[in-house]
């Protein structure tokens, strides 16, 4: 299944030496070691994929890499320097969607397409009907989205993807809730933004369809 323009970002050859990086990551929780001594390197045109059981600290690392938790060692780079001395390119360059959907449950799956642009200060890359129809919620754009299933509001969630100019994308989870449907749309998402010369971090067992050299894996145990 391949939906066609599902982002109209291309990103150009000079951003070919952005990338993301973690040197010696080491995080405990309540005296007991999650992971430690971590490296890795993402570059434009790649995607992550970290896996591992539950409780081996999956969504720990993304946290890590938004900003939203501290590592007991270790640091993140973002285009070759520290994340918190790049701070606002870093956060711009990059977009989180966690297990929480992150929408307003009063507004419509519209309205909160409209509110996540308004908060971006950005225009969308195409029309926000376009958006959900791609995400598989024709008909759905004025309902509120207390009515919406789980996997429904997963699928606006990612919506906000297709409209970000970001290049890296931070993903927990990003297939939970979501049928089989739903599951080839957010890889085919997934894979034309790496071909694109985008970046994918994500936590996830299923597999992804990209060529050689376009993933990488971790694989934390316990």
Known sequence: MHLANTTSVKFSMSQSTLGISVKGLTCRRD?????????????????????????????????????????????????????EENRLEYLTAMDFIGHAHGIKSELTPL??????????????????????????????????????????????????????????WILDEPFTALDVQGQAQVETMMVDHVEQGGMVILTSHHPLALKDGMLKTINLRP
């Open 111 to 168: 309205e909160n397409l409209q509110v996540a642009m308004a908060m971006a200060n950005a225009q969308p890359n195409q029309s926000l009907k376009a958006v959900l129809e791609q995400v598989g919620l024709r008909g759905f754009e004025d309902v509120p989205a207390i009515t919406l299933s789980a996997g429904q509001c997963r699928r606006v969630a990612l919506g906000r993807l297709l409209l970000s100019k970001s290049l890296l």
């Open 31 to 83: 005296d007991r070691g999650l992971f430690r001594n971590l490296d890795f390197d993402l570059k434009p045109g790649q995607a992550l994929q970290i896996e591992g059981p539950n409780g081996s600290g999956k969504t720990t690392i993304l946290r890590i890499l938004c900003g939203l938790t501290l590592p007991t060692e270790g640091e993140v780079f973002w285009n070759g320097l520290p994340i």
